[in-house]
């Protein structure tokens, strides 16, 4: 008799109605949209309505977000909440007017730090630093802030960017938000195209339960290469290879320019030496970039430079050209839009912004683009760009990072970059990233990406950067300081220790590790062949080996030691010498007897004594010219005055050192080397020679096998030291930051102290020094003014290595920075002690310029005392400041000895700081 099934669950009940169901609501949302969904599109919001989290990896402007929007759908047709995060607050506060548009203001909201607009709402756009902020906010007891009340009923997330997991700075966000996140919400991962998506894919199905990867790597608008030669424009690819395939041949025409390059006859004047200088083609200005892209329909475009000062001089050198891309109609929409969204900014402000220049080149259809610009600034040409009321964007490329301003063309003036430390080439990755943005989807047919010809340009390398797709995900998580304490509180120490150890970062580690395994079973195997080999019939033919090999580094330490004491008496004989002393150069060109005329001590003790020669020559000798130690051999009288630029000062003197009777160099007898009275020596050689193998007649091949087992257990070794370093090293340096912690007094064992829990409210990168600050008194009986510029040094950092001495205030200001200088030193030995380096030190580049403003100057006084300061730099460094201040303030009377009156410091100065400019905001 067989046995009745069994009754189906309620959940698998609610699974089978949730596959009955699936594409309803994808049909619902795909009617919003002026065109049909492509596969990866439809693929992937199928996965959302089956309850499966996605990861969607596909090229700029291939149409990501539609997946995240629907997800958003998803929530607002189930009565839940969807919280859509980006990396940037540009990018929120436009996704945010997107999705106002299509779902209305009353549903959707705003947290991005700067502004919070109706942040209960069902669909919440934030930077992701906010969501993490609030999934540690709500374990705490009581969740104070309300953060549990808005992460309950929540289903969706979008991470919009999440390749930025890669960031060094901020990356680690990305990765505590997809672990802490609640189990039954589900996660839409949108990313641009990178080589591992599976790999990330497979990380994300670990953590978060069943995951879609879907890759999409064709781009819906067709993007075509080229290379811009003077104002004539080549492609870059022949025949049907357009978008730069594995198999496209590069244009013969743009190789024979290159060799032809180096041919042609240099122009203009001699150089020195009566050198030609090379030849250099003629380069298109840039009013003659967009003349050309203009005459060929390629407009609106977006020129990348790689310098704010760059982009802010193609803007100028466009408008004196007279370029006007806009007609007279355009112009005064263009005027009308500026004054409606810059109508709030003080009007006193407008000169020493630069109002006028701006509004004048965006009328003539041309704009600058950079993180120096006032935020309302950027949008303005964002929405003008847009519009179609700007055709040309001069960028930095900031503008790839994610912000909708797709155009018909992308040109790149140099495939070099500063990155802050040297001139690089441009990556594959920032290639594809930075032309991504070529090609309007359901506007343009195709796009357009030129590069402009440079000397020594090779048309190889750019077809290089654009055969290349692709570029790995790698995860830059770290415990922090903060984080360490929010774990420990919410979960406790080990079970904080198993959390981390699903980070991307340990997942990524133990995947090497099974590629170093591999080759470390295979070393193994090779040293036990290698072992029948070295045996030998009298003995041990490893030791025998291993005692050679002791010998040998025994003799070269000797020989080491010898030469290194040789070096320091040769130094210290330089250093002793005079002027007048005669010495003798033992070998080279400048050998025989010299007279010192400058002993030449550097200021690091380095001696480089000037020196005039038997044959005239004058110069500087250093250690370098003295194998050992040459004391003086005889004096000689040096003019008082005497100048060694004189020719006949030096033969004058150069034949009264020839006349002194100065006996030639002695031969010198064979020193006794160090090694001959070496006890442990003796003793290594007396082992080998009584060693049994030592008369073996088949040693020497013996050996040679016994050298090459050495040298792959060698490897071996380090194989395994590599295996162990990477096994749980997230954990690992997650228990050195709890030592710190600990050290200090911010955990105790599995507790978090009342230090550590204040600890846990600041999201600074110097939290600790932060904290360390408050704990110590440094900023009690600060003014707002004085308070604002010191806590600065805590969110500015310099663009450039020169700014190392700025002008900082006296009195309050320069002694609490100095005492946070010194208590970083402190922390920082602390961290070496533990085995770890986080801590920034303080930069008090800003601190002038917070100080002025805090205490009422004006924006033009403020920006005339820094002219390398930009209004956008100086508000996007305020509106941090301001965010660190309201961190500061919730914990000052947990911290400071003298908190109720810090706290009420700290409001003031949040005060005093958020005004003018900075209190603007362009979204309300």
Not at 439 to 459: C, F, K, N, T, Y
Request: aromatic share 6%.
């Amino acid at each position: 008799m067989s046995q009745a099934p069994e009754a189906p669950s309620p959940a698998q009940r609610y699974a089978a109605f949730r596959r009955g169901q699936t594409g309803a609501a994808m049909a619902e949302f795909e009617v919003g949209y002026p065109f049909g969904l492509d596969a990866f599109q439809r693929t992937a919001c199928l996965a959302l309505e089956a309850g499966r989290g996605v990861l969607v990896a596909a090229p700029t402007g291939a149409g990501k977000t539609v997946v995240g929007e629907f997800a958003v759908h998803l929530a607002l047709r189930e009565g839940r909440k969807c919280f859509y995060t980006t990396p940037i607050k540009a990018l929120s506060n436009q996704k945010y007017a997107d999705l106002v548009a299509r779902h209305g203001a009353d549903r959707v909201g705003l947290l991005t730090g700067d502004n919070a607009v109706n942040g209960d709402a069902d669909v919440v756009v934030m930077t992701t630093e906010v969501l993490r902020n609030m999934l540690y906010a709500s374990g705490r007891a009581g969740s104070p802030d309300g953060s549990a009340d808005r992460l309950r009923g929540l289903a969706h997330v979008v991470m919009d960017e999440v390749h930025y997991l890669a960031d060094r700075e901020r990356g680690a966000v990305w990765e505590e938000v997809i672990i802490h996140l609640p189990d039954d919400v589900q996660v839409t991962s949108l990313s641009a195209t990178v080589s591992n998506a599976e790999e990330f894919g497979a990380w994300l199905v670990t953590v978060r339960g069943d995951t879609e990867v879907v890759v999409e790597e064709h781009r819906p608008v067709p993007l075509w290469q080229h290379v811009l030669v003077g104002t004539r424009l080549y492609d870059l690819f022949v025949g049907d290879g357009h978008v730069g395939g594995v198999d496209d041949e590069v244009n013969p025409q743009l190789e024979r320019l290159a060799r032809d390059e180096g041919r042609l006859p240099a122009r203009g004047r001699a150089g020195r030496g009566g050198q030609q200088g090379g030849y250099r083609r003629p380069t298109a200005s840039r009013s003659e970039v967009l003349s050309r892209l203009d005459s060929q329909a390629l407009l609106p475009a977006i020129t990348f430079i790689f310098s704010r000062a760059g982009c802010a001089a193609a803007v100028q050198q466009c408008v004196r050209s007279g370029l006007r891309l806009n007609t007279p109609e355009q112009a005064d929409r263009v005027t009308r839009h500026v004054e409606r969204r810059t109508a709030s900014l003080p009007r006193e402000d407008l000169q020493i912004l630069g109002y006028w220049e701006w509004l004048e080149a965006l009328q003539r259809g041309f704009a600058a683009h950079h993180a120096g610009m006032l935020p309302t600034f950027k949008e303005v040409v964002e929405e003008l760009f847009v519009d179609g009321l700007v055709q040309a964007v001069f960028a930095t490329e900031t503008l790839a990072l994610g912000i909708n301003m797709p155009a018909r063309s992308v040109v790149l003036e140099k495939l070099t970059k500063w990155n802050g430390e040297t001139h690089a080439d441009v990556t594959p990755g920032e290639y594809t990233q930075l032309t991504g943005r070529a090609g309007r989807r359901g506007i343009d047919v195709e796009g357009h990406a030129v590069v402009l010809w440079q000397p020594g340009m090779s048309p190889r390398t750019v077809a290089g950067l654009a055969s290349t797709r692709t570029y790995p995900l790698r995860s830059s998580f770290r415990p922090s300081y903060n984080m360490a304490v929010n774990l420990v509180g919410n979960l406790g120490r080990e079970q904080a220790r198993t959390l981390l150890e699903s980070s991307f970062a340990q997942f990524q580690a133990d995947a090497s590790v099974v590629g170093l395994a591999q080759q470390i079973r295979r070393n193994l195997e090779g040293l036990e062949g290698y072992r029948a080999s070295v045996t030998c019939h009298l003995g041990d033919a490893e030791q025998y080996g291993r005692l050679r090999a002791d010998l040998q580094r025994r003799e070269a330490h000797l020989a080491r030691q010898g030469a290194a004491q040789r070096r320091a008496a040769a130094a210290a004989a330089l250093e002793q010498l005079k002027p007048g002393d005669v010495v003798r150069v033992p070998s080279g060109r400048r050998s025989g007897l010299a007279v010192v005329l400058d002993p030449g001590i550097a200021a690091n003790g380095d001696a480089h004594p000037l020196v005039l020669t038997e044959d005239r020559w004058a110069g500087r000798l250093s250690i370098a010219d003295f194998p050992a130690a040459a004391p003086p051999v005889g004096r000689l009288r040096v003019p008082k005055h005497f100048n060694h630029k004189s020719p006949q000062s030096r033969r004058d003197l150069s034949s009264a050192l020839r006349e002194l009777d100065i006996p030639g160099a002695a031969r010198r007898g064979r020193r006794r080397s160090a090694a001959a009275d070496d006890d442990e020596l003796a003793a290594l050689r007396t082992a080998l020679r009584r060693h049994p193998v030592h008369g073996c007649e088949e040693r020497e091949q013996h050996l040679r096998w016994a050298e090459r087992w050495h040298r792959l257990r060698t490897d071996t070794d380090a194989l395994e030291r590599r295996v162990a370093g990477k096994t749980s090293s997230i954990a690992r340096t997650f228990d050195r930051v709890c030592v710190v912690l600990e050290e200090l007094g911010y955990l105790n064992g599995e507790q978090v102290t009342a230090a550590g829990q204040s600890l846990a409210r600041l999201y600074s990168e110097s939290d600790l020094l932060a904290a360390e600050s408050l704990r110590s008194g440094l900023w009690d009986n600060l003014s707002p003014a004085e308070l604002a510029a010191v806590v600065s040094a805590l969110v500015y950092q310099s663009r450039r290595a020169d700014e190392s001495n700025p002008v900082v205030p006296s009195g309050g200001v320069q002694d609490a920075l100095a005492g946070m200088d010194r208590l970083w030193a402190t922390l920082g030995q602390t961290e070496t002690d533990a085995g770890v380096q986080f801590l920034r030190r303080p930069d008090p580049g800003f601190t002038w310029a917070v100080w002025r403003w805090a205490g009422g100057a004006r924006l033009e006084q403020v920006l005339g005392d820094d002219p390398d300061l930009t209004a956008g730099d100086f508000v996007r460094w305020c509106k941090q400041l301001v965010d660190l201040l309201g961190q500061v303030a919730v914990v000052a009377e947990d911290l400071s000895p003298d908190g109720a009156a810090l706290r009420a410091t700290t409001r003031k100065a949040i005060e005093a700081v958020r005004r003018g400019v900075v209190a603007y905001s362009s979204v309300a």
